[in-house]
């Protein structure tokens, strides 16, 4: 038992590093996909003027503090992503570009595979189940089948011993086709 609440807890501990470090293709990724403004759009705010960025709404949303009214608050930041020349409206370019930043992340070893797995099967959920991301979804699985079992029926003969090279092989693919 103990096992799995160290599982657990690692999962959480690298899923609240993760957030507290978002970058700009995070951000369009999320407004393209309509989810909700919270601390983590702040901090991007604030580090974004660490790096001297410098404009209006970047400024008030950089200094925005709970509760986060959503509409208000996707105002300031469609003006903020705007004033920095940001777009975000091509959602399946900027998904990508996120989705492809998750996957480098995940092979440089920044990224735990179970978070960066995880957001893409989020992503997957969110995009009515797009076919290119149905991988990634299943890996998802095999692997947290695999952490506390020593079979999964998620990805045809997967186990414990090559799981890791199964991920590494396919996210190595997906970039290839999709970045650039």
Not at 32 to 58: C, F, K
Not at 98 to 126: H, R, T
């Amino acid at each position: 038992m103990a096992g799995a609440e160290t599982i657990w807890l690692d999962y959480n501990i690298s899923k609240i590093n993760s957030f507290m470090k978002l970058s700009t293709k995070a951000i369009l990724a999320f407004r393209s996909l309509g989810r909700d403004i919270d601390e983590q759009w702040v901090d991007w705010a604030v580090s974004m003027m660490l790096q001297n960025y410098d404009t209006p709404h970047l400024n008030i949303l950089a200094g925005i503090s709970p509760p986060f009214y959503q509409t208000e608050l996707m105002f300031i930041v469609d003006k903020a992503l705007k004033e920095l020349g940001l777009d975000w409206s091509d959602k399946g370019k900027v998904v990508k570009e996120y989705i492809v930043e998750l996957l480098e992340k995940l092979l440089s070893g920044e990224l735990s595979k179970k978070f960066a797995l995880g957001e893409i099967k989020d992503i997957y959920v969110e995009e009515d189940y797009k076919d290119d991301l149905h991988d990634f979804y299943l890996l998802y699985y095999a692997l947290d089948d695999l952490e506390t079992s020593e079979v999964q029926w998620y990805w045809n003969g997967a186990d414990r011993k090559n799981i890791d090279k199964i991920i590494t092989t396919v996210s190595i693919s997906w970039i290839q086709k999709y970045s650039g």
